[in-house]
Nanobody
Framework: QVQLVESGGGLVQAGGSLRLSCAAS????????MGWYRQAPGKERELVAT???????NYADSMKDRFTISRDNAKNTVYLETNNLKPEDTAVYYC???????????????WGQGTQVTVSS
C-alpha cells in the first residue's frame, strides 16, 4: 500500500508563491515517478508536472514557465514550487505517484487527498 499526504496549500495574493509538498509512505513498494495535478471548480483534473525517479520532468505547456517540480528520493517526497500565482491557478492540487508493489509486477497510480490553493486578486 502507498499513502500520499500533500501540504503547503493556502491563500496567497496574486503574484505570490507557494511550495507544495507531498510525501509517500508505506512499505513494500518502489516508486517509478511522482507528479502534481490540479482541479479547479467545474473543470477536469489536469496535469501540472511529473518527475521520474531519475529526474526526468514533464510539464504542462501552460505551467512550465512558472512552476517547478523537484523530488527528494531519500524522503519519497515531491515538491511543486509555484511562482507568480494568478487567480486562475486556484484549484485543489493533487499529488500522484506511480508505484509498483513488491507483490505485484504491475505499476499503479496512487493519489493524495489534495491541498487547496486559493489565489486572490
Amino acid at each position: 500500500q502507498v499513502q500520499l499526504v500533500e501540504s503547503g496549500g493556502g491563500l496567497v495574493q496574486a503574484g505570490g508563491s507557494l511550495r507544495l509538498s507531498c510525501a509517500a509512505s508505506g512499505s513494500s513498494f518502489s516508486i517509478l515517478g511522482m507528479g502534481w495535478y490540479r482541479q479547479a471548480p467545474g473543470k477536469e483534473r489536469e496535469l501540472v508536472a511529473t518527475i521520474t525517479n531519475s529526474g526526468s520532468t514533464n510539464y504542462a505547456d501552460s505551467m512550465k514557465d512558472r512552476f517547478t517540480i523537484s523530488r527528494d528520493n531519500a524522503k519519497n517526497t515531491v515538491y511543486l514550487e509555484t511562482n507568480n500565482l494568478k487567480p486562475e491557478d486556484t484549484a485543489v492540487y493533487y499529488c500522484n505517484t506511480r508505484a509498483v508493489l513488491w507483490s505485484d509486477r504491475r505499476a499503479h497510480d496512487y493519489w493524495g487527498q489534495g491541498t487547496q490553493v486559493t489565489v486572490s486578486s
